[in-house]
């Protein structure tokens, strides 16, 4: 069992910046691959970002990139979403998880966090 806390989400104005963060225990966290998606009113879980085990390889959703950077440290058990330039569209309630590969479906990750909130107002 891995389990993942998201912290970081907050009320941000259009073009502020927030850093996510997610913490791991349980099983050694250097051997997952992570991912952040999130999950606005009324929609469907969608891909934000994923990382590979050693932060080597990085696959970023058209939406954010260029504005979103994932990263990890793996001696901190941490997964990090820093999020720039926000926008309104980016609000939603945003998940970090954990799975074997650094893929876009949801599907493909076994351990999930609860979630926190990121609200963007314009």
């Known amino acids: 069992q891995v389990q993942l806390v998201e912290s970081g989400g907050g009320?941000?104005?259009?073009?502020?910046?927030?850093?996510?963060?997610c913490a791991a225990s349980g099983r050694t966290f250097s051997n997952y691959a992570m991912g952040w998606f999130r999950q606005g009113p009324g929609k469907e879980r969608?891909?934000?970002?994923?990382i590979g085990w050693n932060g080597?390889?990085?696959?970023?959703?058209?939406s954010v990139k260029?504005?979103?950077t994932i990263s990890r440290d793996n001696a901190k058990n941490t997964v990090?979403?820093?999020m720039?330039?926000?926008?309104?569209?980016?609000?939603?309630?945003y998940y970090c998880a954990a799975g074997s590969l650094e893929l876009q479906s949801a599907r493909m990750y076994d351990y999930w966090g609860q979630g926190t909130q990121v609200t963007v107002s314009s």
């Open 56 to 62: 080597s390889n990085k696959v970023y959703a058209d």
């Open 46 to 50: 969608d891909f934000v970002a994923a």
């Open 84 to 93: 720039n330039s926000l926008k309104p569209e980016d609000t939603a309630v």
């Open 66 to 68: 260029g504005r979103f």
């Open 80 to 82: 990090y979403l820093q």
């Open 11 to 21: 009320l941000v104005q259009a073009g502020d910046s927030l850093r996510l963060s």
